[in-house]
């Protein structure tokens, strides 16, 4: 993970999960990341629980009920102490081998699919956990290296085509069809790419938030390698 001094002091390392759950978002600060190594063979999982689908979503017994050498048991033990501790806080993760994820292609200018750069939203206090155990790993965008995509002349232009409505509606018409989430990286920008195996947490937009939520995307999957995301 490499940034300049300016998209750095958006991050903010733990050194727990503890940590992670507890330290406030304060600031510039809207991304907390426990930064580890992990051991074990995630790989060994991946094989044995992927199907045909594009997501699989494993649950528990799904990865209690394995058969595995010993470097996938360590892999195990790791993903079940992450989960653990994120319902433990409330949080519902879900653990899922994707390939791909489906495309949107209904505005084709205007994706609002998650490879597109967006922040996430809910109308109470929360936060998004995330950790790429196996495959590419997601990327944030600096809040002041993008601009809100329905703030873009031309593609506003575009949306209010597709409104086919009043001005007045407009706005709610955005919000509602999650336009308002999505943003698009400013020239010269410099992505952060989450590292495997880091837990990330990332602000969220909702009512009580005192910080600019984070900007994140799905990365374009590597052909022929499925990813293992935990994710809540």
Not at 35 to 63: A, P
Not at 91 to 104: G, Q, T, V
Not at 108 to 126: A, E, G
């Amino acid at each position: 993970m490499s940034a300049s001094s300016s998209t750095r002091n958006q991050i903010q390392n733990v050194s727990s999960i503890q940590d992670l759950l507890s330290v406030p978002f304060d600031g510039e600060v809207n991304a907390l990341c426990w930064n580890r190594e992990l051991k074990g063979d995630f790989l060994e999982i991946v094989k044995k629980l992927q199907k045909e689908e594009n997501i699989v979503e494993i649950t528990v017994e799904d990865l209690s009920n394995l058969q595995l050498s010993e470097e996938g048991k360590i892999a195990r033990e790791i993903i079940l102490s992450d989960w653990k501790a994120l319902t433990d806080h409330g949080a519902s993760p879900i653990l899922n081998i994707i390939k791909h994820y489906e495309r949107d292609d209904v505005l084709p200018t205007f994706p609002t699919d998650v490879y597109s750069f967006h922040v996430d939203r809910s109308p109470i206090p929360t936060s998004t956990f995330l950790c790429t155990y196996y495959g590419e790993a997601s990327e944030i965008l600096p809040n002041q290296q993008a601009v809100q995509k329905v703030m873009i002349p031309k593609l506003r232009k575009e949306l209010k085509k597709l409104h086919a409505g009043n001005e007045e509606g407009f706005e709610m018409f955005l919000r509602d069809h999650f336009f308002d989430l999505h943003y698009e990286a400013l020239t010269k920008s410099q992505l952060i790419k989450l590292g495997k195996g880091q837990l990330w947490r990332l602000a969220v937009d909702h009512p009580e938030s005192q910080v600019l939520p984070c900007i994140h995307r799905a990365p374009l999957e590597k052909k022929g390698e499925s990813r293992l995301l935990l994710i809540c």
